[in-house]
């Protein structure tokens, strides 16, 4: 899979772990047959956390009430107030094509989490991260999971 993870995608998941740290941060639903080797070393030096279990399935399984999908498509911008709500944000599907094909909306669909956006704009994923981080302001107590 070292051919699955593109140098861009290598360099936003080492500013995201750089960003909120290593613990913040899990990749989800990873192929079933994904092992470490499949990982980019420079990824496993710096910690990463990574699972093919769903991102409900972790942590002995989820409360989904408190999990934030971040969403271009919901109608509710995420809020500091948001920050007692939710201990998971999932960030995945963000960056797609333009115009967008709303990616995200599978996650929505299959998972049915409550939404929040981060405005109008796409993001790539470690700006979307930071962005969630200032609104929050105490990210280092939520989970980050990408799936």
């Known amino acids: 899979m070292e051919e699955g993870f593109s140098e861009w995608v290598i360099l936003e998941y080492t500013q995201i772990i750089k960003d909120i740290g290593k613990d913040n941060l899990i990749l989800t639903s990873l192929p079933p047959s994904t092992t470490e080797k499949d990982i ?11 699972t093919t279990k769903e991102c409900v399935d972790i942590d002995g399984g989820i ?17 500091p107030q948001d920050e007692s709500k939710f201990d998971y944000f999932v960030f995945g599907g963000i960056l797609g094509s333009h115009p967008r094909i709303d990616r995200t909306g599978l996650l929505r669909e299959k998972y049915g989490f409550s939404g929040r956006r981060l405005g109008s704009l796409q993001m790539t994923t470690d700006t979307a991260i930071r962005t969630t981080q200032r609104i929050m302001k105490t990210v280092w107590h939520l989970r980050i999971l990408n799936s």
């Open 63 to 79: 409360d989904k009430s408190k999990v934030c999908l971040l969403d271009p498509a919901a109608e509710t911008d995420l809020t």
């Open 40 to 50: 980019p070393k420079r990824l496993l030096e710096l910690g990463l956390q990574w």
